[in-house]
Nanobody, 122 residues
């Protein structure tokens, strides 16, 4: 069974920075894209950023230029560097792993982490 565990959330003042990490553990033969989503109180979960296995990245307009996603394939870990944080960035941030195969012949499965809370005070 594959698990995704996020860390790095916390309370920060507006304008500050945080770095989130998400480590995938378990039997992993291959993994396609990894991504970050977030869900603010009373709102739907929204996509934040994606990085492919080859390192190509894409960002939501709301975070472009402020957030940076990266990954270490050897460690099955993805990071989200968040700079110039705003109160509207307050949310639970979730890690997502796309098309994870535990063996060469295994059916690909998508996984979600349990989330880490980021609170940005004004």
């Amino acid at each position: 069974q594959v698990q995704l565990v996020e860390s790095g959330g916390g309370l920060v003042q507006a304008g500050g920075s945080l770095r989130l990490s998400c480590a995938a553990s378990g039997s992993i033969f291959s993994m396609a894209g990894m991504a970050w989503y977030r869900q603010a109180p009373g709102k739907q979960r929204e996509w934040v950023a994606t990085i492919t296995s080859g390192g190509a990245t894409n960002y939501a307009d709301s975070v472009k230029g402020r957030f940076s996603i990266s990954r270490e394939n050897a460690k099955n870990t993805v990071y989200l560097q968040m700079n110039s944080l705003k109160p509207e960035d307050t949310a639970v941030y979730y890690c997502y792993a796309d098309h994870v195969r535990e063996t060469f012949f295994a059916r690909p499965v998508d996984y979600w982490g349990k989330g880490t809370l980021v609170t940005v005070s004004s």
